[in-house]
């Protein structure tokens, strides 16, 4: 199993950007897809990214394309997502998960980070 911890949520103007960090522990990474996830009020929750660990192979969701980059650090078991231009459409909790490669669905997550984008 893979224990993942978000980071970088908070408040923003909309315009603004954030970076958020998903630090995963608990099992080698080489194997896996990362995966970024939102969840709005009333609302299911929506892949927004996805980045290989292995290769760096990576997908967005048409509503972040050109706005979010996803990203990985090795060295430090660490993806980001980049968040540029965020508008209020953009609020949401923001979750990390992990899946195996090959896997249809993602089985490891973490506890989420609140992301506020003020008009």
């Known amino acids: 199993q893979v224990q993942l911890v978000e980071s970088g949520g908070g408040l923003v103007q909309a315009g603004g950007s954030l970076r958020l960090s998903c630090v995963s522990s608990?099992?080698?990474?080489?194997?896996?897809?990362m995966g970024w996830f939102r969840q709005a009020p009333g609302k299911e929750r929506e892949f927004v990214a996805s980045i290989r660990w292995a290769g760096g192979t990576t997908y967005y969701s048409d509503a972040v394309k050109g706005r979010f980059t996803i990203s990985r650090e090795n060295a430090r078991n660490t993806i980001y997502l980049q968040m540029n231009s965020l508008n209020p459409e953009d609020t949401a909790v923001y979750y990390c998960?992990?899946?195996?490669?090959?896997?249809?669905?993602?089985?490891?997550w973490g506890q989420g980070t609140q992301v506020t984008v003020s008009s």
């Open positions: 608990g099992r080698a990474v080489h194997n896996v897809v």
């Open positions: 998960a992990a899946k195996r490669v090959g896997a249809s669905n993602y089985n490891d």
